[in-house]
């Protein structure tokens, strides 16, 4: 159902090396490169995440409420893309562990990029 999620920035370059070395983590790679428009992907036919320069040409601002998740193929990657985000200059929204309860499966990491949009890494 989700084609791509894109999230603005106001230094695309900064933005860019941020989410080139993060998304590596999770076998992702820059499949689009414009001036103004990146995207990283696993292939052509999964969900993509991108970057941009407010098309309108204000300030990227960051969505009260909104954050996007990216999907780990173990505990272990939350881990490093939780640490990684650290290393470029992340900040912590809630550092890896379990969510839910004690039953719970859900176990992810939470964090704000460069431009301070809200992610987090996560495997069930």
């Not at 996007?68 to 470029?88: G, H």
């Not at 562990?97 to 890494?121: E, H, M, P, Q, V």
């Amino acid at each position: 159902m989700i084609g791509y999620v894109t999230v603005g920035t106001n230094d695309i370059e900064k933005a860019a090396a941020f989410y080139d070395e993060l998304l590596a983590l999770l076998g992702a790679r820059r499949s689009w490169d414009l001036e103004t428009f990146k995207v990283w992907g696993t292939g052509p036919d999964k969900p993509g995440f991108s970057i941009t320069k407010p098309y309108d040409g204000n300030a990227a601002t960051v969505g009260n409420g909104v954050m996007v998740a990216f999907a780990a193929p173990d505990r272990a990657t939350v881990d490093k893309v939780y640490a990684k985000a650290m290393e470029l200059g992340g900040t912590c929204e809630g550092k890896p562990g379990i969510r839910g309860g004690d039953s719970s499966t859900f176990y992810a990491g939470y964090f704000r990029d460069l431009d301070g949009n809200k992610l987090n890494c996560y495997h069930m």
